[in-house]
């Protein structure tokens, strides 16, 4: 079993849908949460980072957090075509030396 | 602004070959981390550093070495390329203390022939 979990996809939605993308984890020590999104051919750039359990908004992009239930949630809003993407969620415990472990991510494709 | 420079973007290799990946940051970051990205597979690290001359293995260093002479270079080296080792390959590094996880530069995708 890895110890992260994420569904590939592919996801594809119509413009203005709300999006929901989910990780699931095994190792309750992780305490850092990440969601990057990845363009074609570019690097992950990150969105959003949380620490602990608990809810993260910043615009249309929600981050959420269950410890309880080692699961994690981005919540993207009004979604646009430039939302199209790949998502990664990533993790670390404490600060290792800032080692993260990764989901294999969604692939998200919002249409006009 | 962090920036994670890769030194090529894409390249086209031999087997046997051996092929050097470089990276440089320009943050003073003391961690650098490489990558690969395969589809199904996501990103696994093959190796990292926590400081100059000092590296640690990732999940998947076979076939792979490092070099970490400068703080702000970090190389990675295919001793003996061969063509399970076509990927997308992704440096990122990364603060002590700092409030951000790692930046990653755009990748360089390599093809062994």
């Known amino acids: 079993q890895k110890e992260v979990e994420q569904d590939p996809g592919p996801l594809s939605v119509p413009e203005g849908a709300i999006v929901s993308l989910n990780c699931t984890y095994s190792?309750?020590?992780?305490?850092?949460f990440m969601w990057y999104r990845q363009y074609s051919r570019k690097g992950p750039e990150l969105l959003m980072y949380?620490?602990?359990?608990g809810n993260k908004e910043d615009g249309r992009f929600t981050a959420q957090v269950d410890k309880s239930s080692k699961y994690i949630s981005l919540f993207i809003r009004d979604s646009q075509p430039s939302d199209s993407a790949t998502y990664l969620c990533?993790?670390?415990?404490?600060?290792?030396?800032?080692?993260?472990?990764f989901g294999q991510g969604t692939e998200l494709s919002v249409k006009p | 602004d962090v920036k994670v420079t890769q030194s090529s973007r894409y390249l086209v290799k031999r087997t046997g070959e051996k092929v050097f990946l470089e990276c440089v940051q320009d943050?003073?970051?003391?961690?650098m981390f490489w990558y690969r990205q395969d589809p199904g597979l996501g990103l696994r690290l093959i190796y990292f550093?926590?400081?100059?001359?000092?590296?640690e293995k990732g999940d998947i260093p076979e076939g792979y070495s490092v070099s970490r002479e400068k703080k702000e270079r970090f190389s990675l080296i295919l001793e003996s390329a061969s063509t399970n080792q076509t990927s997308m390959y992704l440096c990122?590094?990364?603060?002590?203390?700092?409030?951000?996880?790692?930046?990653f530069g755009d990748g360089t995708r390599l093809s062994i022939l």
């Open positions: 990533a993790m670390r415990i404490g600060n290792q030396g800032g080692k993260l472990i």
């Open positions: 949380t620490y602990s359990s």
């Open positions: 990122a590094s990364f603060h002590t203390g700092g409030s951000q996880p790692q930046h």
């Open positions: 943050m003073d970051h003391e961690n």
């Open positions: 550093s926590y400081d100059v001359k000092m590296k």
């Open positions: 190792n309750s020590a992780f305490q850092y």
